[in-house]
């Protein structure tokens, strides 16, 4: 049986506080501003840090853009191999999409069906003008043609090794682990 054994942390509260705010600036100078974005946080801890960078936003620009929430489950390519009853959460965007720039976020973009799942769910919503992605760490091994706009940490992985994200609101913990499986 495998199990997964700690082997560095990656990021520590300051270092995440420091992404987030480098990102925060490149998303307010990339859109030269903050009109028509609104901020998605992928279910489950791209919601808090979606919301630490509408809050970072608003301290920049004075202006907090519109917030949503998006529950990919329905619309993943691996929904028919579960083994287990997946639990569908509600999809809370609270404006019109359309003609809206859209910044996804997320936690870790590994291979990219996650984020071609929220694709596909926001499409389904609306036709926004453009969709950017927004992730803290970028830990490779693409199998679609995904990349991130923008990135707090970019972190080569083996097959064998795991990214683990712990946030506050989630974990009563903040930091970012680099774990490793070992079998036995």
């Known amino acids: 049986m495998a199990s997964w054994v700690d082997k560095t942390v990656l990021m520590d509260e300051d270092a995440i506080r420091r992404a987030l705010t480098r990102i ?3 998303i307010v ?3 030269k501003g903050t009109q028509n974005i609104v901020l998605v946080g992928i279910r489950s801890r791209g919601i ?3 919301e630490r960078i509408a809050a ?4 920049i620009e004075g202006i907090r853009p519109a917030l949503g929430i998006l529950d990919i489950t329905l619309y993943r390519d691996d929904l028919s191999t579960l083994s287990y009853q997946p639990v569908v959460r509600e999809t ?4 019109d ?17 996650t984020i071609r799942a929220a694709l596909d769910a926001l499409i389904d919503m609306g ?10 760490i970028d830990r490779g091994h693409r199998e679609l043609p995904i990349r991130a706009d923008f990135v707090g940490k970019n972190v ?29």
Do not use: C, F, W
């Open 127 to 136: 036709r926004p003008k453009s969709i950017q992605l927004a992730v803290l």
């Open 29 to 31: 100078e990339r859109n």
């Open 24 to 26: 925060s600036h490149e």
């Open 156 to 184: 080569p992985t083996s097959s064998k090794e795991e990214i683990r994200v712990m946030l506050q609101e989630h974990d009563a913990d903040e930091r970012v682990m680099l774990s490793e499986r070992r079998d036995g």
């Open 97 to 113: 999409i359309t003609d809206k720039t859209i910044v996804l976020v997320d936690d870790v973009l590994y291979t990219g069906r």
């Open 56 to 59: 970072m936003i608003e301290r």
């Open 92 to 95: 809370e965007i609270p404006v």
């Open 48 to 50: 808090p840090l979606s």
